[in-house]
């Protein structure tokens, strides 16, 4: 009987303490965290305030302002080349035989093909080369405003100032040419044209020396024979195919480029080159080159395109060497050209 008791009490007792361990468990499950997640911190997320952007001023780009050729229509004829200048005129300059023409007779800006007649003028006074001038106010561009890294109060050589003008068309360095000239630049100008002139160039004009007046004019038929002349002289030939050239200005030195990339292209065989640019006249480019063993003068005027001058020598140039017609007997190719009725309201 004591037996049964104590086996009941500690019965109890064990179901007892089983039901606290199970109560303990559960309690202590139930307070734990589920494996694997880490606790969660909440963060106060501020509103995001979109900024107010300032609003963008676009400004349309001014409209370049049409060439002569431009608004006298001579860009709407065609020709077999494709060229894209207005006017353009190619010629053997062993037999005057002309191989490629296009609105040849028309009277149009020339820009900076002026300073090869500056040169020539220059050249043939024989003045000293090594007699110093100095850039002046006067010489500063006010009629385009263009910039120059001669500034006033340089003094350079004439023929420093020469090689520059014909090499790099420095615009400074072509009116200090014509300023210095015994006389004075109305003395000088009207050199210019007594040598246009004189050579026959009858439908040309000159202002001033430099080509940045759209007064300064002339015809591609008239350019031919300033290039044939022009390159009679070896001063005007060595210095307008210079590729490059430095000068020594105070304490520092200024490079200076050729404005014809073609003289440093070793496929061209370049004996005189002038290139020249103002809005009224386009890209223009002047040059006596051997082509396929022929020496030929080529003359691009009014070219729409920064680079479009030079493609078109080379589309030329292309042509002559692969074309048969391109034999001493072949007969022109003339291009479809406006009426001279247009070309002759160029001149005006």
């Not at 050729?69 to 353009?88: E, F, I, N, P, Y």
């Not at 003008?165 to 100008?189: D, I, K, Q």
């Not at 480029?257 to 292209?265: E, F």
Request: glycine share 8%; with cysteine; net charge positive.
């Amino acid at each position: 009987m004591l037996r049964s008791s104590l086996f009941s009490a500690l019965t109890v007792l064990v179901l007892a303490l089983s039901l606290a361990q199970a109560r303990a468990d559960e309690n202590q499950h139930a307070g734990a965290k589920p494996p694997g997640k880490a606790a969660v911190k909440h963060r106060t997320v501020k509103p995001v305030v979109a900024s107010k952007r300032k609003p963008v001023l676009r400004v349309a780009a001014a409209p370049l302002k049409p060439s002569f050729g431009q608004m006298a229509g001579l860009h709407q004829g065609h020709d077999t080349l494709a060229l894209r200048s207005s006017v353009a005129l190619v010629i053997d300059q062993d037999t005057n035989e002309v191989l490629f023409s296009k609105n040849d007779k028309a009277v149009l800006p020339i820009a900076s093909l002026t300073k090869l007649m500056t040169g020539l003028v220059v050249s043939e006074a024989r003045l000293p080369m090594d007699e110093f001038i100095t850039i002046s106010q006067s010489d500063v561009d006010t009629e385009k405003g263009s910039t120059s890294r001669l500034k006033v109060g340089t003094v350079l050589s004439r023929g420093e100032l020469l090689h520059l003008a014909l090499m790099s068309s420095e615009n400074r360095a072509a009116h200090a040419l014509g300023r210095s000239y015994p006389g004075g630049l109305p003395v000088f100008v009207g050199l210019m044209n007594a040598k246009a002139r004189l050579i026959g160039m009858n439908d040309t004009n000159y202002e001033e020396p430099t080509g940045l007046s759209s007064k300064n004019q002339s015809s591609a038929r008239d350019l031919v024979k300033l290039v044939n002349i022009a390159y009679g002289d070896p001063t005007l030939r060595e210095l307008s195919t210079s590729p490059e050239h430095q000068v020594a200005v105070g304490n520092r030195t200024l490079q200076y480029r050729n404005t014809n990339r073609l003289v440093k292209n070793p496929s061209w065989d370049i004996g005189l080159q002038k290139t020249g640019y103002i809005s009224e006249a386009g890209q223009c480019l002047v040059m006596q080159a051997k082509v396929a063993g022929r020496k030929l003068i080529m003359v691009f005027l009014d070219s729409a395109g920064k680079l479009s001058r030079i493609g078109d020598a080379e589309r030329v140039r292309r042509w002559v060497e692969s074309s048969p017609s391109m034999l001493p007997q072949s007969v022109p190719v003339t291009a479809t050209v406006v009426s001279q009725s247009v070309a002759g309201k160029i001149k005006g």
